[in-house]
């Protein structure tokens, strides 16, 4: 009975398609939109477009397990199986079709069955099967768009023919259940997006109140995303800050990403093998977004038919309006059809952009922190490979680019096809006909191949010379104390300048060749378009008339975005590509090997140290070693000295014990915790209570001890903000004895069992050390394992045992008393110390040494305690603020100010001018270009060959006006970019030292790389592009108002919106990018101090907590990089909708007009302008919005070109004679010197005279004033009243320049500069090369030199690391022996060396220097000991200035000082000594 219902059914329906006259498959090949054949193939074709993405996502569904629902109730199982009855009574019909060879009218009719049969089939299949959330969405949109298009048509088919199909009649119910269906499913799935609607969810989806409001929203909140409402409500009514930021959701955090990216990259480095060359970092990532990138394919292939579907729109627009009959109805239903297709386009492109940033993002974490979790396990040998600058590049540069990656990779394959589909429309359009166009368009797009190579060509060479110059600037700026004090500011400011010429040049062959670029850009459809109009009129493959024409230009629009972006698709790609390759290196580099050094637990054996037969070298691969024959043990709470001359081996001996270098042979086994104090002081940005904390819980009283111990209690208290003081970036804003402090008091707190000290007394006066050694080392660690690295003769009779190195070996082992007897190497290294104390007192060398001595003792005390400190002055910030303060940033809309700031500094409203004029042209002549189309075809007397050429012509002009816009704006952009930088430069370099005193590096560094690059690439084109959009939108809409003069109305009020709806985002817009320009750079600053400061951290072992501060950090950043794209999303698809009522209103009042009321040629006019004024509008919107988040930028750089400078250089009518000074006389004359205008003096009235050839000690405690007293002599901070005069001249009335020259220093700090030997002992070239090695000879350096292969061209890395802490220092010296000025400073210039290499130095200073004046500032007493004059310091006072031998005569401070210094050197020291003796 079934078959034979079914079998009368199917007669029915063939008889009636007959009767239809149907001859073919494709509707007799005419596209009419009227056509009940069009409509219904146009309703399958979406048909089969939802069945391809449904079965796509249950795919997806599949793999994931989570988010499933079963909701198969009994209507939905009943309207399933009516469903599959339909679906397989089409499949029976096509296989009738196939079966009768009678039929002439059955031409692949067969087809259309079989696919109408497997959509009712899955139809049936998508009632019943379990859906994930997504599949939800689709079914409901399928379901009710299928049953609402199917009745429209059947409705349509009854009224036009009187009947209708049976088989039509039957599935009409079901279309209608459908509809049902997707009614109540998507009230159950709004239900279930319901806020805490069910207790029985898992937590992990559960959104806690700090998270974005997305991952509660519910579909129709996801799609608008109008979730993001409470946060741009909350920025309209107040700025933003951080906090009001909503948290990123579960899975967008950085350890989530980074999880899942770690586990994919050790599944594929395990498998890696040698004939496997693909890069795995490419690997890992498409394993882990796969899913997510084909979800984004998704909607980037929807919004690409989209696109390529509206030219026929336009095609059967003006066909309606050829039409001789009036039907409205088409007219309507073409104008529904348009609404759904820009709908789509909408909602598609804005979920392609927003998902594919978002994935991007998600990529960005994941390698920024596989990036930072490799450094802090990179082997030595890799981070001799890989520079601190580097990895920071690594993060910065590479990681960071992948936030563009998927974006980049969907645009560039979804444009290809775009091409090919608008070629396949035009083919539809003209035929072969459009062969012709093929060949200057495929020229075109090979003309853009060579083209996009030269711009990455630029590209490369600009990011090559960027990272130089940032490299170089990242170095002046930290050592930019020592570049003042020497006067090299133009050498280095010049350097910086080199680089950003070179920088510049490829700049400006970049933006220069962008604008011929445009101008191809506009050029080739005008060319294209012609010879398509050409070969039309010749082979009249198609009636030149307002459908092809206009339907040509439309579908050419289409085409040229494809020919022009996919270059820099493809050149963007190729980038990622250099970046994956950089990152694979890096990530594949060695991790530092846990089997160099066994680390358990204290046993109860005695030793708590053993190496046995240990040889270790830095580079595990060559033959040479950095250490050998090591074998010694260390017992528990023994105290272990290690000494040596300069480059023995010291600190190597302390790294291959932390195990940071590769162990060749031996053993090496540490019983217990280990606490570290490195010989440069690492310190990290943040409170000095953080500082020695250092992640552990506050315990106060051991807080407070560590503090005592290690004499901080008297620093912390001279703060305003105590222990809660800021210090700046690598502690630029404490001395250099405050920071090694602080470094000993951490480990100190830490409570480890091994203290691993590397010489951590030398940047502290005697006094200091004596206290530190005492309290700290001798007293809180008295239980403590101590390895103590020192040149510090005195406190190695405490030890219990002394390392004596050299030639980086252990050649003497034992007690002071043991090597004493030994003699050899030990006994110089006490000799020059007893030389050192000689100059005390020559009755030293008898006996009467001992009761001077005592003599002193008895006023101080036999071993100097902190009670007997005085308390040390500070630099007191004013009252309530930090030294190091919080970024400066705008806040709410600052108006014009920036836009007009950037055409000031510039000089560029001229260029700006012409710009703007040229855009006016340009489109001027654009539309006069499309006018003329439309006019001439109504006019029969004009030729094709009139027609074309003129249309030709005023195209090919107005591209000369394009190119023009962009010329002028690229040039704008350019002296901009001059302009900025070299007010940046000028103002930075001529700052005062107080100014990078207070302000972070990164802050500055942040100003001169991603800022400057804003400048350079993005405000120009910016600018141009949003003139050129707002005039593109007002010659859209004139052409439209002149068509059809009603659709002003509705312009202006979708206009007004726009505003209203900018201003509302922009409220909150302006300050996310705002905040996110002050997150960027702690992300930078903490990998940087990690990279420094690696081995601390590793000793310590805190990589975790690292680690997790920097997950917190990339969370701040992408979290406002994160609502930032989706604030931008939500302010396109508003404008994208009210601009889509004007569309849509000038289509349906072009179909409601009368018949003839406007011609074809004014109707393709008008809908070809229609139908770009969305698009145009919304790249103007996007670009504006994106300008006044670039303008940011300038405002942060304005920030720092007003900074106030320090006096001038030279002053030209104030300028010395070339040979002062001649005698190097110095008198201070009541001397007050503050740092801040409320902050109190530092020092307070000194008056003396230093004689001309007179060697001054200058002496006192820690922060009494002696590098403040320097600091003044060379004007580094200039006097609140007083004066001083050299030879008799006012240092105050004369240029800075004039001034530093003329004065020579050591640091306490040595610098030196990347580059080599040569360039850093002569930075300006102004000596030979045999002076250099006479200077390096004399400043014990030349054995070593000689030893180089490259010699005076051998390499010193950033910040001379390949060199030890005394070499540096002797290179410093060496400096100021080529420069023989009169007057010497020394600024603790020999602590960082032994007292040998010391004693030597200062014969040489003695002989080099002896008619020079010298002023030395020495922790050591030896050192100013046989000083002329002494002038001794405290509070910031002058308390004594006379002979060293007359203060030694009486109860003076001076005195005290010596005898402090001689009480921490005696005992069994002078016992030791008396022995030798």
């Not at 073409?334 to 789509?344: A, D, F, S």
């Not at 006069?928 to 027609?947: E, K, M, N, R």
């Not at 919106?1057 to 997150?1079: F, P, W």
């Not at 229609?1170 to 504006?1184: D, G, K, N, P, Q």
């Amino acid at each position: 009975m079934v078959m034979q219902k079914t079998w009368q059914i199917a007669q029915s329906m063939v008889s009636f398609q007959r009767s239809l006259g149907w001859k073919c498959w494709l509707c007799e090949g005419k596209f009419d939109l009227g056509s009940l054949c069009i409509q219904n193939l146009m309703i399958d074709g979406l048909n089969v477009l939802f069945l391809f993405l449904f079965f796509v996502l249950l795919i997806l569904g599949s793999v994931r397990q989570s988010d499933i629902n079963a909701d198969r109730r009994k209507h939905f199982v009943t309207v399933s199986v009516y469903c599959a009855v339909i679906g397989f009574t089409y499949i029976i019909f096509g296989v009738l079709d196939v079966l009768d060879r009678n039929d002439e009218a059955r031409n692949l009719r067969w087809v259309v069955d079989f696919v109408r049969g497997l959509v009712w089939i899955s139809l049936a299949v998508s009632l019943i099967v379990r859906r994930i959330r997504w599949v939800r969405v689709l079914v409901i949109v399928w379901w009710a768009s299928f049953s609402l298009l199917t009745s429209a048509l059947n409705v349509e088919v009854l009224l036009k023919m009187q009947g209708i199909l049976m088989i039509d009649i039957v599935s009409w119910p079901a279309n209608l259940m459908l509809l049902l269906c997707a009614w109540k499913h998507f009230r159950q799935s709004a239900s279930q997006n319901m806020p805490d609607q069910s207790l029985s969810e898992p937590l992990v989806g559960k959104c806690d109140t700090r998270r974005t409001e997305l991952c509660q929203a519910s579909f129709i909140s996801c799609l608008t995303f109008s979730w993001l409402h409470p946060l741009l409500h909350l920025g309209y009514t107040k700025p933003l800050n951080l906090d009001d930021v909503p948290d990123l959701a579960s899975e967008d955090e950085a350890f989530l990403a980074y999880q899942k990216f770690y586990d994919a990259w050790g599944c594929f480095r395990r498998d890696k093998n040698s004939t496997n060359t693909h890069n795995l970092v490419i690997r890992a990532l498409a394993k882990v977004y796969m899913k997510e990138m084909i979800t984004v394919g998704v909607y980037a292939f929807l919004r690409t038919v989209t696109v390529v579907v509206l030219p026929l729109f336009l095609y059967a627009f003006v066909q309606y309006s050829m039409c001789k009959e009036e039907n409205t109805i088409d007219g309507v239903f073409l104008v529904g059809c348009l609404v759904i297709i820009k709908v789509t386009e909408s909602l598609s492109q804005r979920h392609w952009f927003f998902n594919s940033r978002r994935s991007g993002m998600q990529m960005r974490s994941a390698l920024m922190v596989a990036v930072y979790q490799k450094q802090l396990k990179l082997s030595s040998l890799g981070r001799r490979r890989h520079t601190t600058g580097e990895i920071v590049n690594y993060i910065a540069v590479d990681a960071y680019r992948m936030g563009e990656f998927p974006w980049w990779f969907h645009l560039g394959w979804s444009l290809t096809v775009q091409l090919f589909l608008g070629i396949g429309v035009l083919f539809f359009i003209v035929g072969v006909g459009v062969l012709p166009g093929l060949v200057p368009l495929i020229v075109c797009a090979f003309l853009n191949v060579p083209f996009a190579k030269f711009l990455q060509n630029c590209q490369s060479r600009i990011m090559v010379a960027q990272d130089e110059r940032l490299r170089a600037i990242s170095e002046i700026l930290n050592n930019m104390k020592i570049i003042k004090l020497q006067s090299w500011e133009v050498k280095f400011k010049n350097l910086i300048e080199s680089f950003r010429e070179k920088e510049f040049k490829w700049l400006t062959e970049l933006q220069v060749k962008k604008a011929y670029g445009i101008a191809l850009y506009w050029l080739s459809p005008t060319i294209v378009s012609s010879v398509i109009f050409m070969g039309c009129a010749i082979w009249r493959t198609a009636p030149l008339d307002a459908s092809t024409i206009f339907t040509v230009l439309a579908a050419l629009r289409m085409v040229a975005e494809p020919v022009r972006t996919i270059p820099d698709a493809l050149s963007m790609l190729i980038q990622v590509k250099v970046s994956f390759n950089r990152l694979q290196v890096f990530l594949l580099e060695d991790d530092l090997n846990d089997e160099h050094v066994q680390r358990v637990q204290p046993q109860d054996s005695a030793n708590i140290l053993r190496i046995r037969a240990g040889a270790f070298s830095w580079d595990p691969y060559t033959t040479a070693t950095t250490l050998r024959g090591l074998d010694f043990e260390v017992r528990k709470g023994e105290k272990v000295a290690v000494c040596g001359p300069v480059g023995a081996g010291k600190s190597s001996l302390l790294y291959a014990i932390l195990g940071e270098i590769p162990k060749i042979s031996g053993t090496v086994d540490v019983f217990g915790t280990v606490a570290y104090v490195s010989q440069t002081s690492w310190i990290q940005s943040g409170t000095i209570r953080d500082n020695i904390l250092f992640g552990k819980p506050m315990d106060k009283t051991s807080y407070s001890k560590a503090i005592k111990a290690c004499a901080l209690d008297k620093d912390i208290e001279s703060f305003d903000h105590g222990d809660l003081t800021e210090i700046g970036q690598r502690g630029l804003n404490i001395s250099g004895g405050q920071k090694q402090r602080i470094q000993l008091a951490r480990a100190v707190y830490n409570d480890a069992d091994i203290y691993l000290l590397d010489d951590p007394f030398s940047a502290v006066d005697a006094h200091t050390a004596a206290i530190l050694f005492n309290d700290c080392v001798m007293g809180a660690l008295a239980k403590k394992t101590v390895i103590l690295v020192t040149h510090q003769i005195e406190f190695l009779t405490a030890a219990d045992r002394i390392l004596v190195m050299e030639g980086r070996e252990i050649i003497q082992m034992g007690s002071f008393k043991d090597l004493l007897m030994a003699g050899t190497a030990f006994e110089q290294l006490v000799n020059a110390h007893k030389d050192a104390i000689t100059v005390l007192d020559p009755e030293i060398d008898g006996h009467g040494g001992e009761s001077e001595v005592n003599r002193l003792d008895q006023s101080m005390g036999a071993y100097p305690t902190k009670q007997n400190s005085e308390a040390e002055i500070s630099v007191k910030p004013q009252a309530g603020i930090q030294l190091t303060e919080d970024e400066e940033k705008e806040i709410g809309d600052v108006g014009w100010k920036p836009y007009l700031d950037y055409l000031s500094v510039s000089k560029g409203s001229l260029l700006l001018g012409l710009s703007t004029f040229s855009q006016i042209a340009f489109i001027a002549l654009q539309l006069a270009a499309t006018y003329w189309l439309a006019v001439a075809i109504q006019i029969p007397h004009i030729g094709s060959g009139i027609l074309i050429g003129t249309y030709a012509g005023i195209s090919a002009i107005s591209a000369v006006f394009a190119f023009l816009r962009s010329w002028f704006a690229a040039h704008l952009g350019l002296k901009a970019s001059k302009a900025f930088f070299s007010g940046f430069t000028n103002s930075v370099f001529k700052a005062p030292m107080l100014f990078f005193d207070s302000t972070p590096i990164g802050r500055i560094l942040a100003r001169a790389s991603s800022d400057l690059s804003v400048l350079d690439f993005d405000i120009p084109f910016s600018m141009s592009f949003v003139m050129a959009g707002a005039i593109e939108v007002i010659g859209n809409i004139g052409v439209a108002t002149s068509v059809t003069w009603q659709i002003i109305f509705v312009a202006i009020l979708a206009m007004i919106a726009t505003s209203c709806v900018q201003r509302y985002y922009l409220a909150s817009a302006r300050e996310l990018i705002r905040i996110n320009g002050t997150t960027k750079a702690p992300v930078m600053n903490h990998a940087a101090e990690t990279s420094l400061g690696v081995v601390t951290i590793r000793a310590f072992d805190m990589m975790d907590r690292f680690f997790q501060n920097y997950l917190k950090l990339i969370d701040m950043d992408a979290k406002l990089f994160f609502h930032s794209n989706a604030a931008m999303e939500w302010l396109v698809i508003r404008i994208e909708l009210l601009q889509n009522l004007t569309l849509f209103t000038i289509a349906l009042l072009l179909v409601l007009l009368p018949q003839g009321a406007v011609t074809p040629g004014f109707v393709g006019l008008s809908l070809s302008y229609a139908l770009t004024l969305t698009s145009t509008l919304v790249f103007t919107s996007r670009w504006y919005c994106s300008l006044a988040n670039y303008i940011v930028s300038v405002e942060r750089i304005k920030q720092f070109m007003h900074i106030p400078s320090e006096p001038p250089a030279i002053v030209d009518d104030k300028r010395p004679p070339s040979s002062w000074p001649s005698q190097g006389r110095i008198e201070l004359l009541d001397l007050k010197i503050k740092y801040r205008p409320n902050a109190p003096l530092v020092l307070k009235g000194i008056s003396c005279t230093f004689k001309e050839g007179a060697r001054v000690g200058v002496v006192g405690r820690t922060g009494s004033g002696k590098t403040t007293l320097i600091s003044a002599l060379f004007r580094l901070v200039e006097p609140v009243s007083g004066r001083i005069f050299i030879d008799g001249l006012d240092i105050c009335s004369i240029g800075l320049k004039d001034l530093r020259m003329k004065l020579s220093i050591i640091p306490q700090e040595p610098a030196l500069f990347r580059g080599s030997i040569r360039t850093n002992l002569d930075p300006l070239g102004l000596y030979s090369d045999n002076e250099i090695w006479e200077a390096i000879e004399k400043c014990q350096l030349k054995s070593t030199v000689l030893s180089l292969p490259n010699l005076l061209d051998s390499s010193v890395s950033d910040e001379g690391e390949n060199w030890s802490a005394g070499q540096r220092q002797l290179f410093c010296l060496g400096r100021v022996l080529l420069k023989r000025n009169r007057i010497l400073v020394l600024d603790e210039a020999t602590a960082s060396i032994d007292s040998a290499t010391d004693a030597v130095l200062q014969r040489i200073i003695r002989q080099e220097f002896s008619r020079c004046t010298v002023v030395t500032v020495a922790h050591r007493v030896p050192t100013v000991i046989d000083s002329d004059m002494v002038m001794v310091l405290s509070y910031g006072k002058l308390v004594e200035f006379d002979e060293p031998s007359k203060l030694m005569e009486v109860n003076s401070y001076f005195s005290k000082l010596v005898a402090e210094y001689w009480s921490s050197c005696r005992g069994n020291s002078m016992q030791g000594l008396s022995n030798y003796q």
